[in-house]
């Protein structure tokens, strides 16, 4: 089966910097996706990696290395809106994304 | 770019009746969509996915006579509970799969707002 594993929880203070791994076991890989999902709502693209590194963009940033089956997403100046559950995502085969079950982050002031 | 619509947002129904819930892609054409199942405090479960002329795709373990889907155009997908129970009360949330080129081709999907169904 598929396996993907991610922190449940993590707290952080506002303006502080976050890390928050994925590690996953697929039978595929056609890149790695995360995104980010505020309670009640649907979920909003982040980034994707398919090719080993960092990728950058504004306040995170997302990294792959694909012989480790690991990724992490680095958020940088916390702000109390990023409070939201991050959902590291696999795309194996054509299309189909397996999702892990997100962790839940929570920024205090 | 890349905006999803789901309507409805909401809908609240009794047992034995079938709802249906419209996905679009409002700015782009969507050959693939995807419909998803999201529990309380439980991350996405994909439920099938809807090809554009042809057949959707069942998961397993997901009835495919119980969820019907169309995906008649490539803007519009529908899926339809039907003879909802209230074991059907989720969270349902579509994608579109938009193609860009970016030093390759990227697939990324993008999701609507989703539809909360509550089965009395």
């Known amino acids: 089966g598929q396996n993907i594993d991610q922190p449940t929880e993590m707290t952080a203070t506002e303006g502080a910097i976050v890390q928050i791994n994925c590690t996953y076991q697929?039978?595929?890989?056609?890149?790695l996706f995360w995104y980010q999902q505020h309670a009640g709502e649907a979920p909003t693209f982040l980034s994707y990696?398919?090719?080993?590194g960092l990728e950058e963009k504004g306040r995170f940033s997302s990294f792959l290395s694909r012989s480790k089956g690991y990724s992490y997403l680095l958020l940088k100046e916390l702000q109390m809106k990023d409070s939201a559950s991050y959902l590291c995502?696999?795309?194996?085969?054509?299309?189909?994304?397996?999702f892990g079950k997100g962790t839940m982050l929570l920024v205090s002031p | 770019g890349a905006v999803v619509s789901q309507h409805p947002s909401w809908v609240i129904c009794k047992s034995g009746t079938s709802v249906k819930i419209e996905c679009r892609s409002l700015?782009?054409?969507?050959?693939?969509m995807f419909w998803y199942r999201q529990f309380p405090k439980q991350s996405l479960m994909l439920m099938a996915t809807?090809?554009?002329?042809?057949?959707?795709?069942?998961e397993q373990g997901v009835e495919k006579d119980k969820f019907l889907i169309n995906h008649a155009s490539l803007t519009l997908s529908t899926l339809t509970v039907t003879s909802a129970h209230p074991e059907d009360s989720s969270f349902y949330i579509c994608?579109?799969?938009?193609?860009?080129?970016?030093?390759?081709?990227?697939?990324?999907?993008?999701f609507g707002p989703g539809t909360r169904l509550l089965v009395l």
């Open positions: 697929t039978s595929g890989f056609n890149g």
């Open positions: 990696n398919v090719l080993d």
């Open positions: 995502a696999v795309q194996l085969g054509y299309s189909t994304l397996t």
């Open positions: 994608s579109a799969k938009l193609l860009t080129l970016l030093g390759g081709v990227q697939e990324t999907q993008y």
């Open positions: 700015d782009f054409q969507a050959t693939t």
């Open positions: 809807s090809n554009e002329g042809s057949k959707a795709t069942y």
